[in-house]
């Protein structure tokens, strides 16, 4: 570092310098710090391209308060294997029309992205997607997660995701009688 | 699958509306019927008409049968089974 450089002069330099990095530092809740293309963020991110748009974003990383470093770090490692791969009109018009369109399917290294996942991380990553409103990602992470429903029976579903039954033996039964159709095997 | 803790509050931390999200790409009404009877909470969420509405728009109309979501007491589904 020069010595003798004016304050005032070397803060310019370094604003200068930040404004045209092509990266973003973002933070995790635990306080880790991960860089990830600005342009990738922007496009994939509604939430992360308006705190960029609107200068919200901190050099020294922007505090995401509500993710964990491990989601973080999926998020960060989802946007830089996305960075080439789907031009930002096809996203656009995906998110737009998401309340009506049928989902895209998620491609082979999505698959691959989120299958090698934890329950946990998965989870976890549903939540941060949901969060930064990331569409693609929610996309793929949902389709992940409704996956692992299907060619199930309730027992198997409760078990695989962890959950504790709250129903009375005889509601189920008058659910079961209910919906006996649906316990075909399909 | 990875094993989950008796205690990983996983799903649970997953709000209505991304178990919403969850349940809309769900291939049928089948599978969704299957997850309702998981707890209250999934049912619930399976239910809503809002949900229901969105579920029918993406995968079709219902065959047969649907969702019959009219007058109390609440019911997720019709009571006619499908004709086969």
């Known amino acids: 570092m020069e010595v003798d450089k004016g304050k005032g002069e070397a803060e310019e330099t370094r604003k200068v310098a930040e404004a045209d990095r092509d990266t973003v530092t973002l933070k995790s809740s635990d306080g880790k710090l991960f860089e990830v293309s600005k342009e990738a963020a922007a496009r994939l991110s509604t939430v992360l391209a308006g705190m960029i748009a609107g200068g919200s974003i901190d050099d020294n990383g922007t505090d995401l308060k509500q993710i964990g470093s491990e989601a973080l770090e999926n998020v960060v490692d989802y946007c830089n294997k996305h960075a080439n791969s789907i031009p930002s009109a096809a996203l656009i018009s995906s998110s737009i029309s998401f309340n009506t369109a049928p989902f895209k399917e998620p491609e082979e290294w999505e698959r691959k992205f989120v299958d090698r996942l934890s329950h946990d991380a998965l989870f976890d990553l549903v939540e941060a997607a949901n969060f930064l409103g990331m569409e693609r990602l929610l996309d793929v992470t949902c389709h992940k997660i409704s996956e692992m429903m299907k060619g199930k029976s309730p027992d198997q579903i409760r078990e695989v995701f962890n959950i504790k039954n709250d129903y009375t033996k005889e509601e189920l039964e008058e659910i079961r009688q209910e919906l006996a159709w649906a316990f075909y095997d399909d | ?84």
């Open chain 2, 1 to 84: 699958m990875p094993k989950v803790g008796a205690a990983s509050p996983a799903v649970a931390s997953v709000g209505d509306d991304l178990l919403g999200d969850i349940f809309l790409r769900l291939p049928d009404t089948a599978v969704l019927a299957r997850a309702a009877l998981a707890c209250k909470r999934w049912r619930r969420v399976a239910s809503d008409p809002a949900l229901l509405r969105r579920f029918h728009s993406l995968h079709g109309p219902p065959p047969l049968l649907g969702f019959v979501m009219s007058g109390p007491p609440p019911r997720l589904f019709s009571v006619e089974g499908p004709d086969r």
